[in-house]
């Protein structure tokens, strides 16, 4: 910690993907935490120093928090009683009957909290809701004197750490918060109708981020409500850029043009920029495509028509571009890919991660073996998570014995080992030099040089 800040104790409510990097990161800057989860097989993991999932810079970061003695894990909440801050970051997935966020987890973990809160306790939720219930769970904070921040968290898997550690900005709703252009640099006022408890609770934030505000990460404090909408809008703005790619590969693929080369040029516009602009089979994992159906679900309940239509489109299209990747695979066998040995390379939803939720590749690769094919599929980390769900998958672990043979291969998930393959290499070991390239992510010169069919997305 520098000079200027003193350790927090903290607890971290929820040690999914979200808490438990939180909680590591809190005491790499020198916090005291401790985790808390109900999965008991989770925490014992977590307290013998194994991360749960693969997040790069994870272990080694939550050997060295267990190491200081500054952060623990523990399934009774009644540890989180000493604490004077506490981060909520269990999980809203989407609801069992519909596109809404199913909130019980987040609900049973502030109420599990509320006898163990007292007086000047902060409570910080970080899970991503729908706008309007962080002024349900302040109703229910009100009678323990408690204060309740919205505090976003924007992570992104494979990268956690450095996004924990270094994020792009730091959020903070409070009640009464204001959201004038002044309220937004550090050290300004928070708004006319916050009291001294608010003021308290946002300088409490201040100290868990003070490593970060010191480097100038930007700060917006504001009202509970802007807070939520942050995450949900920037979720949807994300969704919506990689859709509209998607739609203007459509075009471009029809038009003879190359995606990449729009992509390229869009981002050298200042007010578009170069991120997030790559088409493929699209996005999927835990957070996006369940946030976009939450937000359209809530819009809709606020009677805002026009965002629920628009992430419809969205989601549509992104689902589209899985359909269409295992039509344009069945058109090239003339319709039917049944007895057809089709590799492929890559399961998880993103690279550097082993998250398979709702990921395009899964999606891919179980439409193709529900078709008949001979599917074989290979990912450097994720197949563990494949194996245990979708036992009815043919898994392979080295790229050779995956690509032996094969009459197709798709490249689903864009790892470093994939877009590395040397096609004369692959040549050799494959039965039809036909490659599709769901994630744009191959040299296509190099890969036709060498006699391969290339196929992309949106390429000519
Ligand atoms: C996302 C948000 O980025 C993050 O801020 C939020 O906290 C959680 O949701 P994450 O799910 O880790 O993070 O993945 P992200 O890197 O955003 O990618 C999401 C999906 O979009 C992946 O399937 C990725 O392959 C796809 N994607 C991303 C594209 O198809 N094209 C792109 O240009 C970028």
Wanted: proline letters at 5%; a negative charge; aromatic letters at 4%.
């Amino acid at each position: 910690m520098t000079g200027t800040t003193k350790p927090l104790s903290i607890s971290v409510i929820g040690c999914g993907y979200l808490g438990t990097v939180h909680a590591v990161a809190m005491a790499a800057l020198g916090h005291d935490v401790v985790g808390i989860d109900i999965d008991a097989d989770r925490i014992s993991l977590l307290a013998a120093g194994q991360a749960p999932f693969f997040e790069p810079g994870l272990p080694e970061r939550l050997e060295a928090g267990l190491g200081s003695g500054r952060l623990r894990f523990s399934t009774d909440i009644a540890d989180a009683a000493t604490a004077d801050l506490h981060f909520v970051c269990v999980g809203t997935p989407q609801a069992a009957d519909g596109d809404a966020a199913d909130l019980t987890a987040i609900f049973a973990a502030t109420e599990a909290l509320l006898p163990h809160l007292r007086a000047g306790s902060v409570i910080a939720g970080k899970s991503t809701v729908p706008v309007g219930t962080a002024a349900r769970i302040a109703e229910r904070l009100e009678p323990t004197g408690a204060t309740l921040v919205w505090n976003p968290e924007f992570l992104r898997e494979g990268r956690a750490v450095a996004d924990s550690l270094s994020p792009d900005r730091i959020v903070i709703g409070v009640a009464g918060g204001g959201t004038e252009p002044g309220d937004r640099a550090p050290g300004a006022a928070i708004g006319p109708a916050a009291n001294g408890a608010t003021e308290a609770a946002v300088g409490m934030l201040r100290s868990a981020y003070a490593r970060m505000l010191e480097l100038g990460t930007p700060l917006v404090v504001t009202d509970l409500a802007t807070a939520e909408l942050v995450k949900g809008a920037a979720n949807a703005y994300l969704a919506t850029r990689i859709s509209f790619m998607n739609a203007m590969a459509d075009v471009a693929e029809r038009a003879g043009a190359d995606i990449s080369g729009l992509a390229e040029a869009l981002g050298h516009d200042e007010r578009i920029g170069p991120h997030y602009l790559r088409a493929g089979i699209g996005f999927g994992g835990g957070c996006l495509p369940k946030d976009i159906r939450a937000f359209a679900a809530r819009a809709t309940e606020l009677g805002a028509a026009s965002p629920a239509a628009l992430l419809a489109t969205v989601d549509s299209i992104n689902l589209g571009q899985r359909s269409g990747l295992v039509a344009a695979i069945a058109a090239h066998f003339g319709g039917d890919v049944a007895g057809r040995r089709i590799a492929v390379l890559g399961a998880a939803f993103k690279p550097e991660s082993d998250d398979i939720r709702d990921s395009p590749a899964i999606d891919i690769a179980l439409e193709l073996h529900r078709r008949g094919a001979v599917v074989t599929l290979t990912d450097p980390a994720a197949l563990p998570n494949v194996a245990s769900r979708y036992p009815e998958l043919s898994l392979t672990h080295g790229l050779a014995d995956t690509l032996r043979d094969a009459e197709c291969v798709v490249v689903a998930t864009e790892w470093p080992e994939y877009r590395e393959i040397d096609p004369a290499v692959a040549a050799e070991l494959v039965a039809e030099r036909t490659v599709f390239d769901g994630r744009n992510c191959l040299d296509r010169a190099s890969w036709s040089a060498a006699g391969w069919l290339y196929r992309g997305i949106g390429r000519r």
